[in-house]
């Protein structure tokens, strides 16, 4: 039923139209917002230059971060970089990430192998979590091919050296 234009259309008319108008503008909003990335480093990344650069690269934690920027930026995302050696820290970080991050990118470091608190944090995470590691755990001592939290994440990354998390970020920005 129509109406003409010196006649006031039925006031349902316009809600109608009003609600699916507010339901696309929101499903492109939810399309055009950037997705928030928690990077999360653990133990001894701070001194990653220190470390031996045949499974880290010889960069700083500074040098890492400014490309995990950088290529946040390429991919239209938000991100947040923590790095600590404690390790009640990295579980508060973890709590905190599941109020704001649309994604998780975690690097425990050591933590990963043994870290049973850690699991129980990353357990919590409803959105995608992405494990990186540097060198090819796989391919190094025993005790550091396994991982506590590998079953717990939507994708591993290891031995990609710092373009791991390139690859990390670019997993979850496909996710939006």
């Known amino acids: ?31 055009v917002r950037r997705v928030r990335i928690a990077v999360l480093n653990g133990v001894n990344l701070d001194v990653l230059d220190r470390r031996d650069a045949t499974h880290y690269g010889g960069l ?4 890492l971060e400014s490309r995990i920027y950088a290529w946040s930026k390429e991919f239209e995302c938000t991100t947040r970089c923590r790095q600590t ?20 990118i975690l690097n425990p470091g050591a933590w990963s192998h043994y870290s049973y608190a850690i699991r129980d944090a990353v357990e919590l995470f409803k959105a995608p979590v992405v ?11 025993e005790w550091r091919r396994v991982s506590v939290i590998g079953d717990l994440a939507t ?16 997993f979850l920005a496909s996710k939006r």
């Not at 609600?19 to 503008?25: E, N, Q, R, T, V």
């Not at 700083?60 to 040098?63: H, K, M, V």
């Not at 050696?85 to 998780?104: K, R, S, Y």
């Not at 060198?135 to 190094?140: G, L, Q, V």
């Open 1 to 31: 039923m129509g109406w003409s234009g010196r006649e006031a259309a039925p006031l349902g008319v316009f809600a109608r139209r009003a609600s699916a108008f507010a339901d696309a503008l929101l499903a492109l909003l939810a399309r």
């Open 60 to 63: 700083t934690l500074s040098d």
């Open 85 to 104: 050696n404690h390790e009640g820290q990295f579980i508060d970080w973890c709590h905190d990430a599941l109020d704001w991050a649309d994604g998780v």
């Open 131 to 141: 494990e990186v590691h540097l060198s090819k755990i796989e391919a190094r001592e």
């Open 155 to 170: 994708k591993r990354v290891s031995g990609e050296g710092p373009e791991g998390y390139r690859t990390a970020i670019e």
